[in-house]
Nanobody
Framework: QVNLVESGGGLVQPGGSLRLSCEAS????????MAWYRQGPGMQPELVAT???????NYSDSVKGRFIISRDSGDNTVYLQMNDLKPEDTARYFC???????????????WGRGTQVTVSS
């Protein structure tokens, strides 16, 4: 069984910063990529940022230059440093991992339950 647990969300004023963390634990053979998604009220889920084992990173245009994704492969943890936050960044942020649980299993996606980020004055 694989568990992803996010932390670090909260209420912040516009222009402020937050750092989200997500730790993957359990039966994990290899993590190929980790990502952050978000879903605002009444919105479709949005891919925010990804990091591969390269590590290569990619960002949505809406957060490029403000958010930084990084990964601690030793701890199977991914971080999202969010700077210059805006009200439109308000959403529930979900962690995603693309991984194998054994050497012979297929790669599959796993999700955390999310952490709420609210940007408001």
């Amino acid at each position: 069984q694989v568990n992803l647990v996010e932390s670090g969300g909260g209420l912040v004023q516009p222009g402020g910063s937050l750092r989200l963390s997500c730790e993957a634990s359990g039966s994990i053979f290899r993590i190929d990529a980790m990502a952050w998604y978000r879903q605002g009220p009444g919105m479709q889920p949005e891919l925010v940022a990804t990091v591969t084992s390269g590590p290569n990173t990619n960002y949505s245009d809406s957060v490029k230059g403000r958010f930084i994704i990084s990964r601690d492969s030793g701890d199977n943890t991914v971080y999202l440093q969010m700077n210059d936050l805006k009200p439109e960044d308000t959403a529930r942020y979900f962690c995603n991992a693309y991984l194998k649980v054994t050497s012979y299993s297929r790669v599959a996606y796993y999700w955390g339950r999310g952490t709420q980020v609210t940007v408001s004055s």
